[in-house]
């Protein structure tokens, strides 16, 4: 048995800070480059740079087999008319897949086949699981007026891979009309359809 495996842990629901465990947060001025209305993240950010989300993530087990998992706190916002996101990423071993269980929230999950750029919009909600197959893009945008808490199940030798998003972003948005999560194509969001 690895000496340093916890069986347990325990979070708090609402921050999803995990006991013994220093999360990350990204706020705003990280999220460069991932919302589209380049205007508006800029009259934002001149505003605050608010705590976007956090994760804290547990990987105590390791070696082949292992998993580790992260929990989620995606806070509620918009910047302009898109909803607050995470980055997003592929793992860094193409073939890891991942499941995510919403806890508490209202949340979309974007998935984007890398090989064929396929889109597909998932609910994220309390009591519910989303599998995330590997080779597939992953990002959460919370389109609910509370913090989006999640937790997400990976291989441990997943690793994270952002540089991709970093340079095209993903295919598919959402964003806020007449107060409910509308999807659309980002091109077409670009040339001012469906606004
Ligand atoms: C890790 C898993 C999540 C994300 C978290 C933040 O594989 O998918 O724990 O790390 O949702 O997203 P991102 O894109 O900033 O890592
Ligand atoms: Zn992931």
New binding site residues.
Partial sequence: MNPLLSHFTRFDPETGIVEGVPGIS?RLADLRGAFTDEDAYEAALRRGNPVV?T?S?VSAGTGEGAL?????V?YPGTIGQEYFL????L?SWRAAA?V?VGLKGEGKMLLEDEATGGSTIVDLLPNSAVY?PGHTA???VNVGATPLV?I?V?PAE?G?E?RE?AKKNFRMMMIEVDGKPVAVKREEYLKGGLV
Wanted: positive net charge; hydrophobic residues 20%; charged residues 15%.
């Fill in positions: 990204r989300y994760v993530s580790h998992y992260g929990i989620g995606l995470t980055k997003g990423h793992h991942e995510y995330v992953h990002r959460t999640y997400g990976y997943a994270h952002y998003i």
